[in-house]
């Protein structure tokens, strides 16, 4: 059931656009696996092997210290209407973070967002479909705007304040570069 690709054809990239929510899952070299549910208008596909995903200031922050370690996630879309799909996504990726000269550049495709904390630049080298005949359905009723209302509130330099705090260290003590 499950077929693999070397890029995202544009079948797929139709299929990733219409997605409202996916998964990002990273691991240490020895350290626990992280996996991330994502939504709003945070990734963008770039090319066929190249997408780039906007990361808003959260509780955690585990993919960056995950890239430096081991270079390696996987973003996994999956339908939760029409027709079943399961899509993941494979590869290697950059952190970008707001001092680095790309930022801004790559930050100019998303919405402004008070909360933006990096920029993930990811290099897919694999593609593969799965049936998803398990995966239920579900209804979407909307976007969440409390994280983008609790960024608001703190201001840019409350977020500032709230990295230096909360962000600077992994589950497993490593440093994120924020």
């Known amino acids: 059931m499950a077929k693999q690709f070397p890029e995202i054809s544009e079948t797929l990239e139709k299929f990733i656009t219409q997605q409202k929510i996916f998964f990002v899952a990273t691991a240490d070299v020895d350290g626990r696996v992280n996996v991330s549910p994502k939504g709003g208008d945070s990734l963008r596909v770039l090319n066929k092997n190249q997408v780039i995903w906007l990361n808003l200031t959260g509780s955690g922050n585990e993919t960056a210290p995950h890239l430096a370690a ?5 973003l996994m879309f999956c339908s939760f209407t029409e027709k079943p799909v399961i899509l993941r996504l494979y590869g290697s990726g950059r952190t970008i973070h707001p001092n680095d000269k790309r ?26 479909t799965s049936c998803g ?6 209804e979407y009723k909307g976007e969440r705007d409390l994280l983008d209302k609790w960024a608001e509130n703190k ?4 977020i500032k ?16 570069d924020i």
């Open 103 to 128: 930022w801004d550049q790559l930050n100019d495709l998303f919405p402004e967002n008070i909360g933006a904390r990096q920029i993930f630049d990811i290099k897919i080298d694999l593609v593969q």
């Open 133 to 138: 005949f398990q995966v239920p359905f579900f």
């Open 70 to 74: 081991t270079n390696r996630l996987t």
């Open 155 to 158: 201001g840019r330099d409350g």
């Open 161 to 176: 304040q709230y990295w230096h705090e909360k962000n600077r260290l992994s589950l497993d003590g490593k440093p994120t």
